[in-house]
């Protein structure tokens, strides 16, 4: 007689997700709709101050600034990703190429961030290299502003975005670009219209997987961000641990949980409606 | 199967030999004494505030035990004993947090006559708290003041005043604390009001001074500036001198000047305070008037590099303080703002966020 061990499989996967998933959700959830504790904390009644503070121009501009260096870090890692995964599918050297971009990974995520400070300060590398040249007269600030949070971001986050390109590209069959080409494709022109809608999947992917740590970064804003380029999380932070706001700082994380969860939902939809 | 077995038992193991070795360090220490119940003193402070040494003679002269636990916020302390964290004597919060805790309860008053060292403290230094009036829960430990560090290899002319965040030539080579009451509190200071103003048109204009420094900084910042400082990448730092020159070498140090402004800074003020859930009273007393014992708060100061409080010990000092406490003559200490708490929130948030 077959059992039936579905369920037993299941099992730790179901409950790691909702000891460490759902509940916690549900906590901050719950969080955000009870009263503010005076030296942090909630008080057990219901109430929407969280939700009606959410509502100044000053959340609403940093939540304006998330998405904006989230959709342009997340386009920019999957343009690049791209080329770089089909030229690794199609070498003949994968597996030290794969190495090459892990390799990084065995360092420490703020001490990468680090290394990008020494390069681009104002007493840097490149800067040393610019003047030593003669190209600058004095120090370029590269740092502190919104396109050095966008470089770190995409350094630091676009292996996420290669892996799944990789894994795609790596199982279409090329023998259809040769077909197309064959028919009379353009080289370019086949793998944009035979390629691309075939490694859908991989694209999807890649998109969700950079976009969500994406959202959510806090730290490469701390340490490269200006004075000006504050993210949600640096606000949930602050309102967290400093201003110990934490019905705030969870309305904050649910909006950011909503917003990422409709950007997800949205993109998915629109590649099913593609393949339909 | 007997690999896992295997394991286990090692990790066991090797978990009660580290639990054995604690008891026999403590006997050590107790031996000379012969006396079998010692008295243990739990204290909770700041990371690193009382140097080691101090604890171990205290140990030793007393015959007693001393468990130090640290904490790295006013927050996070609190938070604890809130929660229910109990089982600690002295506590170390700032003066902000001790009108706090005296509010809710939780601190036991304090019998001066238990501390006749409490003599010994700068009477100038006590008539300007007002977190706890006359003192009568709290023995103030160690004041100071954030103020702001100058590279002089760089930048050679410099006033004592906030004003060098006006200065347009320093442009994105300077930063300011990212905390709400010092930037503020230096912006109020500037504009002669008090750093615990709780008048909104006070703070709108204090508002608008730092949207005018926050033009000419590279950031906010509390964690990383004093390496960039270190680093010649910022010349002008607003930060408590620990910070700023525990990442410079002797060499360094001589091309660094710290004032603080003339203007006045936002002060703080830690204390001993003890609990009302405090177990060892008079052995919490034996320790506060210990600390104030000239040699032993001089040996402090020193190792903090911090003004002494405690006047005897200021002839005593073999360290030179990076400032007096004549520097924070018009320095202010920050005050629990209380409800006005969220005026200072919303208008430090306009400042962070807006261009």
Known sequence: MRKNYGPIYVGPVAFWLCAFLSVPLLITLSYSFLAKGLYGGVEPHFSLAAYRSLFNTAVLKVLLNTIIIAVLSTALMVGLALP???YIARSSQKNLLLMLIIIPFWTNFLIRIYAWITIL???????????????????IQFLYNRGAIILVIVYTTIPFAIFPLYSTIEKFDFSLIEAAMDLGASKTKALWKIMIPNIRSGITTAVLFTFIPTFGNFAVP?????????????????????TRNWPLA??????????????????????????? | MLLAAAIVSMVVS???????????????VQKPQQQETAQTLYIYNWTYYIPNQVLKDFEKEYNVKVVYDMYSSNEEMFTKLKAGGSGYDLVFPSGDYVSIMIKENMLEPIDKTKIPNFSNIDPEVLAKIHFDEGSQYSVPYMMGAAGVAVNTKFVKDFDKSWSIFNRDDLKGRMTMLDDMREVLGAALKSLGYSVNTKSLEELQKAKELVKQWKKNIVKFDAESFGKGFAAGEFWVVQGYQENIFLELDEAAKQDVAFFIPKEGSAMYMDNMVLLKTAKNKDLAYTFMNYIHEPKVFAQIADFLMLPSINVPARDLMKVKPNYEIADLARSEFKEDLGESLKDYNQIWQEIIVGE
């Open chain 1, 121 to 139: 300060g104002s007493n840097g590398l490149l800067n040393s290299f610019l003047m030593g040249v003669g190209l600058t007269d004095g120090p």
């Open chain 2, 14 to 28: 090797g978990c009660s030999e580290g639990e054995k070795e604690k008891p026999t360090e403590q006997k050590v």
């Open chain 1, 84 to 86: 770089t995964a089909y």
């Open chain 1, 222 to 242: 701390k340490l490269v961000g200006g004075t000006s380029s504050w993210m949600l999380g640096n606000l949930i932070e602050r309102e967290l641990n400093i």
């Open chain 1, 250 to 276: 969870s309305s904050m994380s649910v909006v950011l949980t909503f917003v990422t969860m409709l950007a997800v939902l949205f993109f998915m939809r629109s590649q099913n409606k593609k393949e339909l």
